[in-house]
Structures are given as C-alpha cells and as structure tokens.
C-alpha cells in the first residue's frame, strides 16, 4: 500500500506542477530555466503555497523573492 501512495502523491506533484508551470508563464511571462528547476524540486505543500502566492505575482522578481523565502 505505501508503494502506491507514493505513485499516487507524485502523480498529483507532476499535476500541481504543470498547472503552476502554465500559470507562472501566463502571469509574468518565461521562465529562467534556473527558476524552473527550482520551482521542480518544490515539495507538493509548496507547489501548493506557490499556486496560491502566484497569483499575486506581477514579475519573475517577485517569484525569486518568493523562492528564497522558501529557502530559509
């Protein structure tokens, strides 16, 4: 049974990170590839976190700031 909850929570990370990955490009625009491989080795909780706070982005910068606040 864990073996299958991991498959499934990492199903549901590839799918929350798709969605923010076309959300981020239609808000501020492309993405650094730098940022994007960040944005890729977020837990699903922060997937989640950044979905949310994405919607008040209006540059990269404010993804960066948001990111390095993951950071620390």
């Given at each position: 049974?864990?073996?299958?909850?991991?498959?499934?929570?990492?199903?549901?990370?590839q799918?929350?990170?798709?969605?923010?990955?076309?959300?981020?490009?239609?808000?501020?625009?492309?993405?650094?590839?730098?940022?994007?491989?960040?944005?890729?080795?977020?837990?699903?909780?922060?997937l989640?976190?950044?979905?949310?706070?994405?919607?008040d982005?209006?540059?990269?910068?404010?993804?960066?700031?948001?990111l390095?606040q993951?950071?620390?």
């Open positions: 049974m864990q073996i299958v909850t991991s498959w499934m929570e990492e199903g549901i990370q799918r929350e990170l798709k969605i923010i990955e076309r959300q981020l490009t239609r808000r501020i625009g492309a993405i650094a590839p730098e940022l994007q491989e960040q944005v890729r080795g977020l837990s699903l909780t922060q989640e976190d950044l979905a949310e706070a994405l919607l982005f209006s540059t990269e910068a404010d993804l960066i700031a948001w390095q993951q950071q620390s």
